[in-house]
């Protein structure tokens, strides 16, 4: 369905400008995901079965944590953009 965006109870239209931005968000944020995902699997065989590997030489709990607050911050970014008018 076209437009479902008017349905939905708190959003506003965007112009032009402001789709671009929310793309330029979500496209980052997809070069984010990549980041995370390549931290997540640094120095892990991931030819091998899974429970074969040896565990990364990484922090993967900081790994997650800073993978958390990028998400929450992309999120507050997209907000900031679209101004929904609900909490």
Do not use: C
Not at 48 to 60: C, G, I, N
Not at 72 to 87: D, H
């Amino acid at each position: 369905m076209d437009n479902q965006h008017r349905q939905i109870k708190g959003y506003r239209e965007l112009g032009q400008a402001e789709i671009d931005l929310m793309n330029e968000i979500k496209q980052k944020g997809a070069e984010l995901g990549d980041l995370v995902q390549k931290l997540r699997d640094y120095g892990v065989d991931t030819a091998a079965p899974p429970d074969r590997r040896a565990p990364s030489p990484l922090d993967q709990r900081w790994i997650s944590i800073g993978a958390t607050h990028l998400q929450e911050g992309l999120m507050a970014l997209t907000r900031g953009v679209a101004k929904p008018t609900f909490f």
